[in-house]
């Protein structure tokens, strides 16, 4: 089992910057890749980024350029940097490890509005 705790999110206005946070505990040795996801209202779940245990990362289009993953695998726990932020990045923010299975970390609300 793993369990995963997301931190990080808020209110934030366009053009701004936020840093998610993904605390990774269990059976964290059997983790290979984590990402970040989001869901805005009406909206199916998309991925975000993603980063495997040896670094390599992929980025949704939308986000190419403003969002940087991280992996920090001492401390056990993935992060998401957010700049410039947009109206359209408002959405719920999963945290996902992947090992055998899928986990998914409960969610923290990144709000961007002015």
């Known amino acids: 089992q793993v369990q995963l705790v997301e931190s990080g999110g808020g209110l934030v206005q366009p053009g701004g910057s936020l840093r998610l946070s993904c605390a990774a505990s269990?059976?964290?040795?059997?983790?290979?890749?984590m990402a970040w996801f989001r869901q805005a209202p009406g909206k199916q779940r998309e991925l975000v980024a993603g980063?495997?245990?040896?670094?390599?990362?992929n980025y949704a289009d939308s986000v190419k350029g403003r969002f940087t993953i991280s992996r920090d695998n001492s401390k056990n726990a993935v992060y998401l940097q957010m700049n410039s932020l947009q109206l359209e990045d408002t959405a719920v923010y999963y945290c996902k490890a992947t090992t055998w299975r899928d986990y998914w970390g409960k969610g923290t609300l990144v709000t961007v509005s002015s």
């Open positions: 980063i495997t245990t040896g670094g390599s990362t």
């Open positions: 269990g059976a964290i040795f059997s983790i290979n890749v």
